[in-house]
C-alpha cells in the first residue's frame, strides 16, 4: 500500500515540476512579447506555487489519514495509544507506591 501511495507522490510531484517549468517558461515569453509586466509574472508564479502548497498540506492531512486508517486496520499501536498507556501504568505505579 505505502508503494502505491509513493507511486502516486512521485507522479503528483514529477507533474508539478513539469508544470511549473512550462509556466514559467510561458511567463518569460508573454513578458518578452510585452503581454505580462515581471510584477505580473511573478504574482502569477507565486499564486501557482502557493496553490502547490495547498495541495501539498492536502496531501499530507491526506496520508497522514490514510497511515492511521492502516495502522488501525491492521491493529497496530499508534503513538498516541503508547502514551495513553504509559500515563495510565504512571498512574498505577504512583498508587501502588501510596500503599
Known amino acids: 500500500m505505502s508503494?502505491?501511495?509513493r507511486k502516486g507522490f512521485l507522479l503528483g510531484l514529477g507533474a508539478a515540476?513539469?508544470?511549473?517549468?512550462r509556466l514559467d517558461k510561458k511567463?518569460?515569453?508573454l513578458v518578452e512579447e510585452n503581454e505580462l509586466t515581471q510584477?505580473?509574472?511573478r504574482s502569477v508564479m507565486r499564486s501557482f506555487m502557493e496553490k502547490g502548497q495547498l495541495k501539498t498540506d492536502e496531501?499530507?492531512?491526506k496520508q497522514y489519514e490514510q497511515t492511521q486508517k492502516t495502522a488501525k486496520d491492521l491493529g497496530l499501536a499508534t503513538k498516541e495509544d503508547i502514551n495513553?498507556?504509559?500515563a495510565r501504568i504512571t498512574?498505577?505505579?504512583?498508587?501502588h507506591a501510596d500503599i
Open 91 to 95: 498512574e498505577l505505579e504512583e498508587k
Open 17 to 21: 515540476v513539469s508544470g511549473k517549468e
Open 59 to 61: 496531501w499530507s492531512a
Open 84 to 86: 495513553e498507556l504509559r
Open 27 to 29: 511567463l518569460k515569453e
Open 3 to 5: 508503494d502505491i501511495l
Open 39 to 41: 510584477d505580473q509574472a
